[in-house]
């Protein structure tokens, strides 16, 4: 059996902390880029107005990395598609512990499975 | 049971053409994402250059949709992850037809299940 091409890790955070806070977000997300080795090409967030979600997709070259937030639930939803046998997992750990996420219920996904 | 916040789906194209062409893909993509009506906040598309890949997200106030192409295999990631009831198969059907995608892999996925 072939490696896949990428592993998707889908991770959904409940109980998070500042996900109303587009810098909180934004410097986790640069943390958790950073800690991969993956290479940051383009970086955008969006904020939908006081006490609101934040919405970010870090575009890399490995594939990207995303959050939507949910700041009335508590809840983020991260994925973090990495390509080249980055591991996801660390990232995903960064993430957590910035948001103070009590919970964490995450999958992985094999993409382009028959290939690499 | 409630609603889920948003639903993810992944889809794995197969017999993929056109995916070293980023005018093609970022065609594709904007014609998505107008089909389900969602909001486009920005569309950032990276191509590793001649002959390779093409890798892009188009952020949207109802999430994301982003795909990451490998021309050597004719294959293309794809995810459409959209909140508030948009219909997510109807932007695959759009990308499969553009990238005339012989074989498609998908799945989809409740976010924040608890919620909605």
């Known amino acids: 059996m072939t490696a896949p091409l990428g592993i998707h890790l889908l991770a959904d955070l409940h109980g998070c902390e500042g996900l109303a806070n587009p810098a909180r977000i934004e410097a986790a997300l640069r943390a958790a880029v950073s800690a991969t080795g993956a290479t940051l090409l383009n970086l955008q967030l969006h904020h939908f107005g006081p ?3 934040v919405t970010g ?3 890399l070259a490995e594939s990207h990395l995303s959050i939507h937030s ?3 639930h508590g809840f983020a939803a991260i ?3 990495l390509c080249g046998g980055a591991d996801a997992g660390v990232a995903l750990d960064i993430i957590a512990a910035a948001l103070a996420a009590t919970r964490i219920e995450a999958q992985r996904v094999a993409r382009g499975a028959p290939f690499g």
Do not use: M, N, S, T
Request: no cysteine; net charge negative; charged share 15%.
């Open 51 to 53: 006490g609101q979600g």
């Open 57 to 59: 997709v870090a575009l």
């Open 70 to 72: 949910w700041p009335e």
């Open 79 to 81: 994925d973090i598609f």
